[in-house]
């Protein structure tokens, strides 16, 4: 029996969450044939079968998160267990991820939790089960972990029982659909996560400036005139990075492990982009060496990709500092959480019209244990310079 193991996706990811079984119990495979759908952290992928045989058993369900190495299926393969291994050299198919597994710590995935909660209790070596759980179904909350790491006892669910103990106030019941419980699954899972993880390590500030962008939105209509597809979110992320050059804190990541922060010396620009699942960043690389059309292009690519869920795991990757535009939407102004592990992010808004000029606003976001105040508010103050004077910097549509 082969047993099938959640491999080792890159990235530092831990976990995925099983969004799709492509088989069931009792289905003959090939080789090289989807088995499951899996998100993780950094993307959706689809992760193909390395042997061909019946499944005799899947041994998680649609929604639950899994870590790297656990067993995932069961494969008759009608050999021997002494026989039945891959063979080390074989190609794999162009969306096959690294099929390396790696061990982790015994902590069980049974019980309710987030990845958060569950990375927290496998570095401190606890074992969720014996945690009790005071959230929705018994989901162990941080709270609840905090708790048990100060005092490892099983934790009693001690407020439900003070519920409507006097006798004088009778339990008012809600009727039937008056209240829905929504679950954390899929992409919304991955942002609960993630953005609970920024604002808790990172001392978050925010610095804003208003633009006058009526040069800017001059030049994005003459090209478009022309025929020449720009946009302003494209315009923004290939003129950052030379602002980004002259304050290089701007451009780090923080290693939380090590308790210290890795400048970067390429410039990989996030892009947030709102999806029917979520909020999702892909990275334009090196868009300090892309012109305005070749930024502007990829970006219309990408987030029609990420629309449709169909971006690989390396457009997800190894951004440097993000760029969110709200203003597409119409938001005249946003407290952006910045996009962990980076250090900060620039929110853009929509433009609105004063006095016969356009005017924009920006706000710049930063972890204050990196950033002081004076840094980020000349950092946009520059960029303020860059985009109302274009000749300020040499670029290119």
């Not at 941080?142 to 005092?151: G, N």
């Not at 290693?255 to 960043?281: F, H, Q, R």
Request: hydrophobic share 40%; net charge negative.
């Amino acid at each position: 029996m082969y047993e099938f193991k959640l491999p080792d996706i890159g990235e530092g990811v831990t976990e995925g969450e099983i969004v799709k079984w492509d088989v069931k119990e009792g289905d003959e495979v090939e080789k090289d044939q989807d088995l499951v759908e899996v998100m993780t952290d950094k993307v959706t992928v689809k992760i193909p079968s390395p042997v061909r045989g019946k499944i005799a058993k899947i041994l998680y369900r649609e929604g639950q998160v899994v870590p790297v190495g656990s067993t995932l299926l069961q494969i008759d393969t009608g050999e021997t267990a002494e026989t039945q291994q891959v063979p080390e050299k074989e190609e794999k198919p162009a969306e096959a991820v690294q099929m390396k597994q790696v061990p982790l710590p015994e902590v069980s995935t049974h019980v309710l939790a987030s990845p958060a909660v569950r990375r927290i209790a496998r570095e401190n070596g606890i074992d969720l089960s014996k945690v009790g759980g005071t959230g929705e179904a018994g989901r162990v909350t941080l709270d609840d972990l905090e708790r048990y790491m100060k005092s490892p006892q099983p934790a009693a669910q001690e407020k439900v029982e003070e519920v409507h103990t006097s006798p004088h106030i009778p339990a008012q019941k809600q009727p039937a659909g008056a209240e829905e419980i929504l679950e954390m699954h899929g992409l919304r899972r991955i942002i609960f996560d993630k953005m609970t993880k920024a604002k808790q390590i990172m001392p978050h500030f925010t610095v804003m400036e208003e633009v006058d962008v009526t040069s800017m939105m001059s030049i994005l209509d003459s090209a478009r005139a022309r025929g020449i597809k720009v946009t302003v979110t494209g315009f923004l992320a290939r003129i950052v990075p030379s602002v980004l050059k002259r304050y290089p804190y701007l451009n780090a990541i923080y290693d939380e492990n090590k308790k210290s922060y890795i400048l970067k010396k390429y410039y990989n620009i996030g892009i947030a982009v709102d999806t029917p699942d979520g909020l999702n960043v892909f990275v334009i690389k090196n868009a300090d060496g892309k012109s305005m059309v070749e930024i502007s292009a990829e970006i219309a690519d990408k987030a029609s990709r990420a629309r449709e869920n169909k971006l690989q795991l390396d457009e997800v990757q190894d951004s440097t500092f993000t760029i969110t535009n709200v203003g597409t939407i119409g938001g005249i102004m946003s407290t952006p959480i910045i996009n962990y592990p980076e250090v900060a992010i620039l929110g853009v808004h929509r433009v609105f019209d004063r006095d016969g000029k356009k005017y924009m606003y920006l706000s710049l976001s930063c972890d204050h244990r990196l950033i002081d105040g004076a840094v980020a508010t000349r950092f946009i103050v520059d960029l303020k310079k860059v985009i109302e004077d274009p000749n300020a910097i040499i670029y290119e549509i």
